[in-house]
């Protein structure tokens, strides 16, 4: 399964940002992709999550309010937009698929992973 994310970018404090995740080789029915970010020095952290079964969603604490997860079945693919931008934010971006139900949280949960698409706030 290849997943390839695009839209990351320089944005200043309080801009937006709206990333795709395309994974057009998911055949199941039932599976959800999850948005992760790593920053320099931290480790990998969960930021949101759609399950393709219900549609249920997932926000870290950190970007509730400001982030929304959307998907598009039909071609597979899965859109985060980020509103209100803080440097905070800043970070490596990945998505990545788990085959099952419900919307998991943990990192090693998830079974295959995009490269990642850099997103830089600046105050």
């Known amino acids: 399964v290849q997943l390839v994310e695009s839209g990351g970018g320089l944005v200043q404090a309080g801009g937006s940002l709206r990333l795709s995740c395309a994974a057009p080789?998911?055949?199941?029915?039932?599976?959800?992709i999850g948005w992760f970010r790593q920053a320099p020095g931290k480790e990998r952290e969960g930021v949101s999550c759609?399950?393709?079964?219900?549609?249920?969603?997932y926000y870290a604490d950190s970007v509730k309010g400001r982030f929304t997860i959307s998907s598009d079945n039909a071609k597979n693919t899965v859109s985060l937009q980020m509103n209100s931008l803080k440097p905070e934010d800043t970070a490596v971006y990945y998505c990545?698929?788990?085959?099952?139900?419900?919307?998991?949280?943990?990192?090693?949960?998830?079974?295959?992973w995009g490269q990642g698409t850099q997103v830089t706030v600046s105050s």
């Open positions: 080789g998911i055949t199941l029915e039932d599976y959800a």
């Open positions: 759609i399950s393709s079964s219900d549609g249920s969603t």
């Open positions: 990545a698929v788990f085959y099952g139900l419900g919307c998991p949280t943990l990192v090693d949960e998830y079974d295959y």
